[in-house]
């Protein structure tokens, strides 16, 4: 028998044995969804790998350029990864978060989050310096209501929990933290602008309030009442913008690996940071709900409940407490 018809007659055979593989490739399905936990289906699993390893390497000799062997290669790494794939366990995988994904998302995001805060705190401070050399100005920032509250010589907030129960505002305040969080998030994909435009307007707006409010007496009161819940809120809101700058620049300097690569790799390594951002929104609804605007609760307590708040924070970004003293770096 020539070679030719030898290795006809071998690739032959190794088409008859389709069924098989496929075989493999339901029974490996049924693991990954979570459909079978039999042992012996779980062994078979196992057989099932070094019989399509090496039949893969037949076809890659016999039949280089078909269906087939393309076929096989896709099942074989289906199993490869069924047989690879851990136990996922919910306690294991929060702990992954906190301590390792949190932690080098935020080593990654340093740079960014160094200018996010620069730029924040000048356009915070040309916002104070602006009103308090022309206090007309703040008709720009602030709405005539509010004006004419300060006026007054009252805040907004005061007699705030006389008009919406604490639950139905801190509802409305998450809701509120997390839309602005987001689209401070998503507009850094303008290429970094967006975060430009949203730090630097809010900003200009928190300065021009707080000069406004001081020019009236007020700006004591108005800082025990942001105190408690600002420091990690504004905090939080830096983060999301350093987040979207780091995407946004993904998406204007992709390099060699190609925009839809980088973009997919920059949205990868924010997102446990998003999601921390998100678990501290909720408590800052809470505390901006129930303690910022009750009058009975002492100023120093807020500023002690709005400084431990912003430690947690600064923990939990941290990956504290965590076995090993050197912090997780980003791939």
């Not at 028998?1 to 030898?6: E, G, L, Y």
């Not at 929060?94 to 935020?106: F, K, W």
């Amino acid at each position: 028998m020539s070679a030719t018809a030898r290795d006809s007659a071998l690739a032959h055979a190794l088409l008859r044995r389709a069924p098989l593989w496929q075989e493999a490739e339901a029974r490996a399905g049924r693991f990954v969804r979570g459909r079978s936990d039999d042992a012996a289906d779980a062994a078979r699993v196992a057989d099932d790998y070094r019989l399509l390893a090496h039949d893969l390497a037949r076809a890659r000799a016999l039949l280089p350029r078909s269906r087939a062997r393309e076929y096989l290669e896709s099942v074989y790494a289906g199993v490869h990864a069924t047989l690879n794939h851990g136990d996922w366990r919910l306690g294991a995988a929060l702990l992954q978060l906190l301590r390792v994904e949190i932690p080098a998302s935020m080593c990654w995001l340093r740079p960014y989050l160094a200018w996010a805060v620069a730029l924040f705190v000048l356009a915070t401070a040309a916002g104070y310096a602006l009103v308090a050399r022309f206090p007309e100005l703040i008709a720009l920032f602030a709405s005539p209501d509010l004006i004419a509250s300060v006026e007054s010589g009252k805040l907004w907030t005061e007699g705030l929990l006389n008009i919406v129960p604490s639950s139905v505002l801190s509802v409305q305040i998450l809701t509120n933290n997390i839309v602005v969080s987001l689209f401070a998030y998503c507009s850094g994909f303008l290429f970094g602008l967006g975060t430009l435009y949203i730090l630097g307007l809010n900003g200009l707006m928190l300065g021009a309030v707080f000069a406004f409010v001081v020019r009236h007496g007020l700006g004591a009161a108005l800082a025990t009442f942001i105190v408690a819940h600002g420091c990690v809120e504004l905090s939080v809101m830096c983060l999301s913008g350093a987040a979207g700058a780091a995407v946004g620049e993904a998406l204007a300097r992709p390099g060699s690996a190609g925009r839809i690569a980088a973009f997919r790799d920059a949205a990868l390594r924010t997102g446990p940071v998003l999601l921390a951002c998100a678990l501290l929104l909720v408590g800052a609804g809470l505390i901006e709900g129930f303690v910022s605007p009750n009058p009975a609760i002492a100023a120093g307590l807020k500023v002690a409940i709005g400084a431990g708040y912003w430690l947690l924070m600064l923990a939990l970004l941290a990956g504290w407490p965590r076995p090993g003293s050197n912090p997780p770096r980003a791939a």
